[in-house]
């Protein structure tokens, strides 16, 4: 069972870029997806969550309005679009999987019970 995700890189303050998360081994179409970044000497934070069918998100509140989370579960695939980005949104970025359903709690890195190996963004000012 893995997460694979992609699509980072390198980017200038200001630029886009969309990481993708394709899920290989059993299916994810009922879970909680979501991600998580990690900046260099900081905890892993939330970024943003989507429910089962789509119809739920979630957004970390310094994402809100910059960041989209979108999925297709014929593909099993999880998608982030990041706009404006900043260089505080510099990390590596982790795919998730949640299989407890959506709440509140999705924010929580221990409920999460499959993780992607990460993707690197660097956001140069």
């Known amino acids: 069972v893995q997460l694979q995700a992609s699509g980072g890189g390198l980017v200038q303050a200001g630029g886009s870029l969309r990481l993708s998360c394709a899920g290989t081994?059993?299916?994810?179409?009922?879970?909680?997806m979501a991600w998580f970044r990690q900046a260099p000497g900081k905890e892993r934070e939330f970024v943003a969550g989507i429910n089962w069918n789509a119809d739920h998100v979630m957004y970390a509140d310094s994402m809100k309005g910059r960041f989209t989370i979108s999925r297709d579960s014929a593909k099993n695939t999880v998608y982030l679009q990041m706009n404006s980005l900043k260089p505080e949104d510099t990390g590596v970025y982790f795919c998730?999987?949640?299989?407890?359903?959506?709440?509140?709690?999705?924010?929580?890195?221990?409920?999460?019970?499959?993780w992607g190996q990460g993707t690197l963004v660097t956001v140069s000012s």
């Open positions: 998730t999987s949640c299989s407890t359903g959506w709440g509140p709690w999705i924010t929580a890195a221990a409920a999460h019970d499959y």
């Open positions: 081994g059993r299916t994810f179409s009922t879970n909680v």
